[in-house]
């Protein structure tokens, strides 16, 4: 009796999961495909809160307008000075009809900044990276053959 009992109180509830919408297959391979295009878009894109925006003026061009948001977590990321930069570097050479290699990257108070080692701590309150560039210089005397 108290089997029937418990049955006939969860009819309702079984009739309504029954005969709800349900979607379709494509519908659930397409949810599951934005969730997973969502997760990997918050591990790489952090949030607002937890970036810092760091100015980088490049004293060659001064008309560029540069602005990078770094994250916050751990003093800033590990400075890489070659790729960290290269985007830079090469809107800089852009038009240019002779060759330009970063020269000088320091902070705006004139401290060099340093690979491998936050960024963040290296700027301390200034918040701004300069850039220096200078013309490659052709090493090359004689031939070779």
Do not use: C
Request: proline share 5%.
């Amino acid at each position: 009796m108290l089997l029937v009992a418990i049955l006939l109180d969860l009819l309702a509830p079984m009739l309504l999961f029954a005969t709800a919408s349900k979607k379709t297959l494509e519908e659930r391979i397409l949810a599951f495909r934005q969730w997973k295009k969502a997760l990997a878009n918050a591990r790489r894109v952090p949030l607002a809160d937890e970036t810092e925006r760091v100015r980088v003026t490049v004293r060659d061009a001064p008309e560029l307008d540069i602005h990078i948001s770094v994250p916050t977590a751990h003093g800033g990321p590990l400075v890489d000075i070659d790729t960290d930069f290269a985007e830079v570097t090469a809107e800089v050479r852009r038009g240019k009809d002779f060759e330009l290699q970063l020269e000088i990257v320091k902070t705006a108070s004139g401290k060099p900044l340093v690979d491998g080692l936050p960024l963040l701590k290296q700027l301390g309150q200034d918040r701004e990276v300069v850039l220096q560039y200078a013309l490659v210089q052709d090493s090359y005397i004689g031939e070779v053959n």
